[in-house]
Structure formats: C-alpha cells, structure tokens
C-alpha cells in the first residue's frame, strides 16, 4: 500500500496549489479519503474528506471552507486537494489519509506528508 502526496511548496499569500495523492495496493474506489495537516507545535487537523466512489460526498475544516476543493479521480487512483486564496495560517505538512470499514478491522492508511509553505 502506498500514499504518495505530492505538489506542496512555497507559495505568496493569496496563491494556489494543488495538492495530488496517488495511491496504490488498495482498492481505492471503495476508500474515504482524506487531507488532514499538521503545524508544528499543533496537533494534526483534518482538512477535507470525500466519501468513496459510492457516495462522493465532501466535509471541509470551517476555515477552509469556499477556499479548498477535494476531488478524487478513481480512474487515476488519485485524490486531490485544490488550495486557493492561501493564508499563512494555512502553513503545514498536509498529508493524505486513505481509510475503509468493512465487517472486519478498519484499514488506515497514510502518505508521508507534503510541505505547504504560505509566507511573502
């Protein structure tokens, strides 16, 4: 199983990224997949969520809320987070959650974490 974030970097406030996570080993169409971040000294928050490909659903942290966009491509095994309007508060490791409930134990799995930098 694999999580491979990817697209963080330093950005001016006010700018965009898009954050990419593909993932691999899993079949993950039937995943809830998540963003979460964590800034130093801070516990790890979660950002945005979408249900698997059965249901689409999305939930955003308030604070992001008409600011990010989470997406998934089930084709491309890749889900996505579009960043707009950046704040330095937004300055973080984001990194990709993968997770499953079936009838048996939950499987939870995670990425290593991409650097979003918001800084002038």
């Known amino acids: 199983v694999q999580l491979v974030e990817s697209g963080g970097g330093l950005v001016q406030p006010g700018g965009s990224l898009r954050l990419s996570c593909a993932a691999s080993g899993f079949t993950f169409s039937s995943y809830r997949m998540s963003w979460y971040r964590q800034a130093p000294g801070k516990e790890r928050e979660l950002v945005a969520r979408?249900?698997?490909?059965?249901?689409?659903?999305?939930e955003y942290l308030e604070t992001v809320k008409g600011r990010f966009t989470i997406s998934r491509d089930n084709a491309r095994n890749t889900v996505y987070l579009q960043m707009n309007s950046l704040k330095p508060d937004d300055t973080a490791v984001y990194f990709c959650?993968?997770?499953?409930?079936?009838?048996?134990?939950?499987?939870?799995?995670w990425g290593q974490g991409t650097q979003v930098t918001v800084s002038s």
């Open positions: 979408i249900a698997n490909a059965a249901d689409d659903s999305t």
């Open positions: 959650n993968a997770f499953y409930k079936g009838w048996g134990p939950a499987n939870d799995y």
